[in-house]
């Protein structure tokens, strides 16, 4: 077998959380979200009895004051590898100082959503869907997110989401079909205040699609209980975006979560964020997308990391992302294909980048395959 092979197969295996920083700690509780929120990792002595850092790490740590908070679940801090400074999954919720470097690109608000917000808290910036902030809170904190200038409410800015002018501009304005909650993280909120958002939306006739964009099934898994699951499958159609950029987050814990979900007849799609030294490797992706299927979640969107203050050293350059596409198309299956998108910075939307296999457009169409071979089609005249 080739090396890349070994590489593959080592990424696709399934393995449940590592607990032994938690020896004491029963099933039960471990099993508990309860338990898991309470025992995030929050502090730098928190963190520092569970691991040796890095002086960036450490000197990272201390600026998460005023920043972007640090907390990480049992869960997810079970699948670091405290002996690789490059893991992966360390990367995405252990802060760094690059955080504080400068860059004059940089923006507190990449996607211009502030102003697109006809009512705090709800961004309408596409013809017929709207942006629904529920929460300022995550049950972990990603280092490069995109909203952090409110998200984990140490910052300047605040959400204050105006429910009840939120809910009547969604009923005066029946050009929205589809309601998207996001935040921070709406699975978060309790069954009975989710129960009431997703009621108060049903009730308004022309919102055809909700869906909910979360990281809990992925950083506290032990939250998709089966009364979260009895309750959401009363809101059909209902959708769920979750978030996962390495293939080692897809653990046995998380295959359950997913699965109730699944089960509970919502149709699961993943979006993930092109991180450097996280996932930006065709050989990470293709055991990502995999992955993701076998656990019944559609690929959906693969980002170029957004221009959110504090995320340079994440950032790729953009023939990356289009590479990874290039690496899947026609070599995978196609359901394992997320689109490639820039959300074009100052607030122009999701935009697809794909790789070229147009090669001339008129009356023969010539086509390049995934094997790089060239084909004609000859194109009908109107
Ligand atoms: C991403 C996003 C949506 C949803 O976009 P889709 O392409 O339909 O997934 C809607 N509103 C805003 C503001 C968004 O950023």
Redesign the pocket.
């Known amino acids: 077998m080739s090396e890349t092979t070994t590489y593959y197969d080592s990424l696709i295996k399934w393995h449940p959380a590592d607990r032994s920083d938690w020896p004491e700690v029963s099933d039960e509780q471990w099993n508990s979200y309860a338990w898991q929120f309470r025992n995030r990792i929050n502090s730098l002595a928190d963190l520092e009895s569970k691991m040796t850092l890095t002086s960036d790490e450490h000197a990272g740590v201390l600026m998460t004051g005023n920043k972007l908070a640090m907390g990480i679940s049992p869960q997810f801090f079970s699948i670091i590898d405290k002996d690789d400074p490059n893991c992966p999954i360390r990367k995405q919720v252990v802060p760094r100082i690059q955080e504080s470097w400068d860059d004059p690109l940089e923006m507190s608000d990449p996607?211009g959503?502030d102003s697109?917000m006809p009512v705090p808290g709800l961004?309408h910036?596409?013809p017929d869907?709207?942006?629904f902030l529920t929460t300022d809170r995550c049950a972990s904190y990603c280092r490069y997110c995109t909203r952090s200038r409110v998200v984990s409410g140490v910052s300047d800015q605040k959400l204050e989401t105006q429910w009840e002018q939120a809910f009547s501009y969604l009923e005066k304005h029946t050009e929205v079909r589809?309601v998207?909650l996001s935040g921070g993280d709406p699975l978060l909120l309790s069954d009975n205040k989710l129960d009431k958002i997703l009621t108060r939306l049903r009730a308004i006739p022309h919102i055809q699609f909700v869906r909910i964009g979360s990281r809990i099934p992925i950083f506290l898994p032990q939250r998709v209980t089966p009364e979260l699951c009895e309750m959401l499958k009363k809101h059909h159609p209902l959708f769920i975006s979750v978030h996962v950029n390495h293939p080692k987050e897809l653990t046995e814990e998380v295959r359950t979560g997913l699965s109730k979900l699944a089960d509970a007849g919502i149709p699961l799609g993943n979006q993930s964020v092109l991180l450097k030294g996280v996932n930006d490797d065709p050989e990470v992706q293709k055991a990502l997308v995999h992955k993701l299927l076998m656990a019944r979640v559609r690929p959906y969107y693969l980002y170029q990391c957004d221009l959110i203050k504090g995320s340079q050293h994440f950032r790729t350059p953009v023939e990356k992302g289009l590479d990874i596409i290039k690496s899947l198309r026609g070599f995978t299956t196609g359901y394992a294909i997320p689109q490639f998108v820039i959300?074009a910075p100052g607030g122009g939307g999701?935009t697809p980048l794909n790789p070229e296999y147009l090669r001339r457009l008129d009356e023969t169409v010539e086509i390049q395959n995934y094997e790089g071979k060239v084909y004609q089609y000859p194109n009908p005249v109107e």
Do not use: G, N, P
Request: charged letters at 45%.
């Open positions: 996607c959503e697109h961004v910036r596409y869907r709207v942006l589809d998207l959300d999701k």
